[in-house]
């Protein structure tokens, strides 16, 4: 079993949990910066681990909040920063409404490679309580999510999310940095949700990107003809496939066949 020792605490690395802890405080200090956060923010850490990215943050910000779900780390963090809110628990369980109290979060944290997508969409969910988020991922998932169209790292991810929100890729962290070392290299990415939605029914826009990506090398007609009335689509060449379309031609194209037909041909 691998260990971790830090200022005399060892504590055992669970691999279930996805644990990886950042050793370099150039990269914490790089990553806070570059999050912009300010005195007077909310602040929310995902995973403090023991407390590399903690420890800028708390220069900035002394009091906010981290989510720790390793029970023998939080008691680390609530020893060597008694002024936080710590919560010991699972973020994907977190009442992040509560936890906004009014405000807008600033999100930050190196979160496990293993629910990369599912902290991505809880985040995307709850947006409307959030005013940034500044985490470091898996760099396959950090090109995946910042792609443009075109590119064979475009998909499903990048359309959901930049649909929604302005994502910027940061800059790549080396596998070096890190304790254990994991086997792929790393990326921050600063996620900022945008003030209004392209669609109403988001869940209905979310279930067409995914039928349109069905597969990729078929056209816009042959994955969507089965799920919608292509006929009242009037400015879209359904010969496109759907890695060339961007995220605002998606939400136009959606709009275009859930319309009502009085108001599609108005």
Known sequence: MTRV??????????????????TDRNITRKIVRMSGIGPRDRILE?????????????????????????????????????????IEG??????????????????????????????????????????????????????????????KEYGILAVQLQSFCRVEYLFKVGKKVFRPKPEVDSAVVRIAPRETSPVIDEEGFRKFIRTAFQQRRKTLSNNLKKTFDLSLVTSFDLQRRAESLTPEEFSQLYLELTLPPSNNHA
């Open 5 to 22: 020792e830090y200022k005399q605490t060892e504590i055992a690395v669970k691999k279930n949990l996805g644990q990886n802890f950042l």
């Open 46 to 86: 995902i995973g403090p681990g023991f407390g590399a990215l903690t420890r800028e943050i708390a220069e900035i910000c002394p009091e906010f909040t981290v989510i720790e779900k390793d029970a023998a780390l939080a008691s680390f963090i609530r020893e060597e920063f008694p002024v936080l809110h710590v």
């Open 90 to 151: 699972d973020f994907l369980e977190a009442d992040l409404t509560s936890l906004a109290q009014g405000e807008k979060l600033h999100v930050l944290g190196n979160i496990p490679y293993y629910i990369t997508t599912p902290i991505l969409f809880r985040l995307l969910d709850n947006r409307h309580h959030i005013a940034s988020e500044t985490l470091m991922m898996q760099h396959e998932v950090a090109e995946r999510l910042t792609a443009e169209p075109g590119t």
